[in-house]
């Protein structure tokens, strides 16, 4: 009997616990890019005004106005 139910219901668990695991790291990876996507404001090594990085480019990892700047 125990044999039965352990043969039944280890595999559901097993299937549910990796659909559990996989749908928290898809969160957590979805978390992780809006939050980077928040942080990303940098500033400009030229002028130093902080820009969203879109309106930034990265030369020699610093970051310079793409358009508009005051230098
Ligand atoms: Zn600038």
């Known amino acids: 009997m125990n044999f039965i139910v352990v043969g039944v219901i280890a595999p559901i668990a097993y299937f549910l616990i990796r659909m559990l695991v996989k749908r928290l790291v898809q ?3 979805l978390n992780a890019k809006k939050n980077s996507k ?3 404001v940098q500033e400009c090594q030229k002028c130093g005004v902080f820009k ?3 309106d930034l480019t990265e030369k020699d990892n610093t970051f310079i106005c793409k358009n508009n700047c005051s230098k």
């Open 52 to 54: 969203s990085i879109d």
């Open 27 to 29: 969160n957590f990876i």
């Open 38 to 40: 928040v942080a990303e």
